[in-house]
């Protein structure tokens, strides 16, 4: 067959043209597309990780923890900030243009005939890579959900459930039973699963989950004890279990604890199921290297100073709430928060949130056809609204943020993926 596709430029907007589809929230297409591929998910070991937050960080040091343990790994998260080739990584390294531009033409007629989603092509593509590169272990996260997930036809070795809250209402419920019943979907038999922060009505659920797949269910919250004890704008010092072990995290948050404590539930289930011993200096590595190993950005980080400059990719009220702790890693006078928030998210109790700061707040929209006009925004505040301006760009956003700013204040940039991906692309002039 001939290529239809003779460049990476070409390719790539076809691509995200996949986007038109929608979401498909069934296992049809990508059991299609893997069959057509042989089966490659078949051909690697996996971790199989879904949550409402905390999926990037887990993922992230569970990646960053079997490259220091010396293991070849592959990392599918999703969505990306700049690059479309974030989303897949082997061993740190993007994936490359010259293996997307084969693929996609490779499959091109099967796209044509099924009409699969971007995520369902995007999910073939990563397991497809893994088996070519000869990947050992690859860290999955689901995109939404986890019971109809497209990344749902994996067999791993462990799952991992971060946390979970109310989010992807039209596909996953409004209930928070409903949310636990399809994020517990990945829940597979026989298989191990860790469970990190959840209420006790996700507990029950999950252990009669876990019960009827005869899979042991480890609650992260049950095991180790970390203690945080200094912090900076850069991350933060803790003990672990008691001893005087001062290891050092290099993302702040506390919220990171409860990933963190994760993160060492499953490496604990890797030690006694994969046979993966580890000692202190493999923490200390893991954590140290986690920016490099497993390219993370954007949760909470700094970008610049004077003024402060904070990027952070919070979309949903769990992760909202959480950014008044993060604030008190550093000093400022005055925060102004600019903000934006897909229409298919609960951004009315974000909107909420965001209102008990003291805080000057700019609505806006980053470019993306999901994005909830911020006078949509504007009229879901229900108090203070004086408090806001509407700015219909993030270019006039940073650009009024920048103006009522001094060098002593802090600027937040929250509420999407999409918002920070747009930041991080704009001209050096506009930031």
Request: net charge positive; glycine share 4%.
């Given at each position: 067959?001939?290529?239809?596709?003779?460049?990476?430029?070409?390719?790539?907007?076809y691509l995200f043209n996949?986007?038109?589809?929608?979401?498909?929230?069934?296992?049809?297409?990508?059991?299609?597309?893997?069959?057509?591929?042989?089966?490659?998910?078949?051909?690697?070991?996996?971790?199989?990780?879904?949550?409402?937050?905390?999926?990037?960080?887990?993922?992230?040091?569970?990646?960053?923890?079997?490259?220091?343990?010396?293991?070849?790994?592959?990392?599918?998260?999703?969505?990306?900030?700049?690059?479309?080739?974030?989303?897949?990584?082997?061993?740190?390294?993007?994936?490359?243009?010259?293996?997307?531009?084969?693929?996609?033409?490779?499959?091109?007629?099967?796209?044509?005939?099924?009409?699969?989603?971007?995520?369902?092509?995007?999910?073939?593509?990563?397991?497809?890579?893994?088996?070519?590169?000869?990947?050992?272990?690859?860290?999955?996260?689901?995109?939404?959900?986890?019971?109809?997930?497209?990344?749902?036809?994996?067999?791993?070795?462990?799952?991992?459930?971060?946390?979970?809250?109310?989010?992807?209402?039209?596909?996953?419920?409004?209930?928070?039973?409903?949310?636990?019943?399809?994020?517990?979907?990945?829940?597979?038999?026989?298989?191990?699963?860790?469970?990190?922060?959840?209420?006790?009505?996700?507990?029950?659920?999950?252990?009669?989950?876990?019960?009827?797949?005869?899979?042991?269910?480890?609650?992260?919250?049950?095991?180790?004890?970390?203690?945080?004890?200094?912090?900076?704008?850069?991350?933060?010092?803790?003990?672990?279990?008691?001893?005087?072990?001062?290891?050092?995290?290099?993302?702040?948050?506390?919220?990171?604890?409860?990933?963190?404590?994760?993160?060492?539930?499953?490496?604990?289930?890797?030690?006694?199921?994969?046979?993966?011993?580890?000692?202190?200096?493999?923490?200390?590595?893991?954590?140290?290297?986690?920016?490099?190993?497993?390219?993370?950005?954007?949760?909470?980080?700094?970008?610049?100073?004077?003024?402060?400059?904070?990027?952070?990719?919070?979309?949903?009220?769990?992760?909202?709430?959480?950014?008044?702790?993060?604030?008190?890693?550093?000093?400022?006078?005055?925060?102004?928060?600019?903000?934006?928030?897909m229409k298919d998210k609960?951004?009315?109790?974000?909107?909420?949130?965001?209102?008990?700061?003291?805080?000057?707040?700019?609505?806006?929209?980053?470019?993306?056809?999901?994005?909830?006009?911020?006078?949509?925004?504007?009229?879901?505040?229900?108090?203070?609204?004086?408090?806001?301006?509407?700015?219909?760009?993030?270019?006039?956003?940073?650009?009024?943020?920048?103006?009522?700013?001094?060098?002593?204040?802090?600027?937040?940039?929250?509420?999407?993926?999409?918002?920070?991906?747009?930041?991080?692309?704009?001209?050096?002039?506009?930031?």
């Amino acid at each position: 067959m001939k290529n239809k596709f003779k460049s990476y430029k070409e390719c790539i907007p076809y691509l995200f043209n996949l986007e038109r589809a929608g979401i498909k929230y069934d296992l049809i297409n990508i059991k299609l597309l893997l069959s057509f591929l042989d089966n490659p998910q078949t051909e690697f070991k996996s971790i199989h990780i879904a949550g409402t937050n905390g999926k990037g960080s887990v993922s992230s040091i569970l990646n960053s923890f079997l490259m220091e343990k010396g293991f070849k790994t592959g990392l599918y998260t999703s969505p990306h900030l700049r690059d479309f080739r974030e989303r897949i990584s082997v061993s740190g390294r993007l994936i490359s243009r010259e293996f997307i531009l084969e693929f996609i033409n490779k499959i091109y007629n099967e796209i044509e005939k099924i009409k699969p989603s971007f995520f369902e092509v995007t999910t073939a593509m990563a397991f497809e890579y893994f088996k070519r590169r000869k990947v050992e272990y690859a860290v999955i996260e689901t995109g939404l959900g986890g019971r109809l997930d497209s990344t749902n036809v994996l067999k791993p070795v462990l799952s991992v459930i971060t946390s979970l809250s109310i989010d992807h209402i039209e596909f996953l419920g409004n209930r928070i039973e409903k949310i636990t019943y399809e994020k517990g979907g990945i829940i597979k038999k026989n298989i191990p699963v860790v469970i990190g922060n959840v209420s006790e009505v996700s507990k029950q659920i999950l252990k009669k989950t876990a019960k009827k797949n005869k899979s042991e269910i480890i609650f992260s919250s049950d095991r180790n004890k970390l203690k945080i004890i200094s912090r900076s704008e850069k991350g933060f010092c803790f003990d672990l279990n008691n001893k005087s072990s001062n290891l050092y995290f290099p993302m702040i948050g506390d919220y990171q604890v409860s990933n963190i404590k994760t993160f060492l539930s499953a490496a604990d289930v890797l030690k006694k199921y994969e046979n993966l011993d580890y000692d202190e200096d493999d923490l200390r590595r893991s954590f140290k290297n986690i920016k490099i190993n497993s390219n993370i950005a954007g949760r909470f980080e700094m970008i610049s100073d004077n003024p402060i400059l904070i990027l952070d990719v919070s979309h949903n009220v769990q992760a909202i709430q959480n950014i008044k702790k993060n604030l008190s890693y550093f000093k400022f006078e005055k925060l102004i928060i600019i903000f934006a928030m897909m229409k298919d998210k609960n951004y009315e109790e974000c909107l909420s949130e965001l209102c008990k700061f003291r805080a000057k707040i700019i609505l806006t929209k980053p470019e993306y056809k999901r994005s909830a006009e911020p006078s949509e925004l504007l009229k879901a505040v229900k108090r203070n609204r004086s408090r806001f301006i509407v700015k219909n760009d993030l270019k006039g956003a940073v650009k009024e943020a920048r103006e009522i700013s001094g060098r002593k204040d802090l600027i937040l940039i929250t509420g999407s993926f999409f918002l920070a991906g747009d930041y991080l692309s704009l001209p050096d002039s506009f930031k």
